[in-house]
């Protein structure tokens, strides 16, 4: 066990039994011309989180311990994607649509891979999802039961969005979850804090924040 300095309190990590979640460290939200710069946003605050999150992974994988990576991206005839989903507002490329990445959030394309420098090496647990949260209509659920995984750490992106669905659910499983904060990014600063502060109020409802400093301290 080794305890780690977290918000609201100290989470007691329980190492062989914890795997690292990072969700949707992919071109189409960090690079230009994919997903996320076509809902209108700017890219460059999540490219700013890949060397935080390139020492997270590396502290897991020093350890010996489960890691995950999640990729928002759907089927290439779309059958996984819900129109109300891929209609939504008005973004320049549709879910779909040839981008300078390939096919926008389309499993295969170059945009829905995950960034170089926090690419899965084998043994990895790669999941692809079409939802926002992890557990929807993917194996996630029964990967970690069978490895008898209790406790997780998360990193990516969006904090509000991806990160946050999936630890709320994470939450109702039974997980304790853990999010890295240096680690998660919003293209909203106010919604990052927002939902680090939703997730830990109430004596942790949600879960626990820490800097990956003092998550790979506690590992290494
Ligand atoms: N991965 C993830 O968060 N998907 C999103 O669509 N996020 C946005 O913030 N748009």
Redesign the pocket.
Known sequence: MATIKARPFDFTLDPARTALIV??M?RD?IEPGG??ET?G?DVSRLQAIVPATARLIGSFRRAGLTVIHTR?CHAPDLSDCPPAKRERGSPTLRIGDAGPMGRILIAGEDGADIVPELYPIPGEIVIDKPG?GAFYATGLGEILQEKDIRQLVFA???T????QTTMREANDRGYECLLAVDATE??FPAFKQAAIDMITAQGAIVGWAASVDQIAEALN
């Open positions: 969700i949707d992919q939200f997903f996320g809902l946003n928002e926002k990516g992106v969006t509000e969005v991806c990160v919003s293209y």
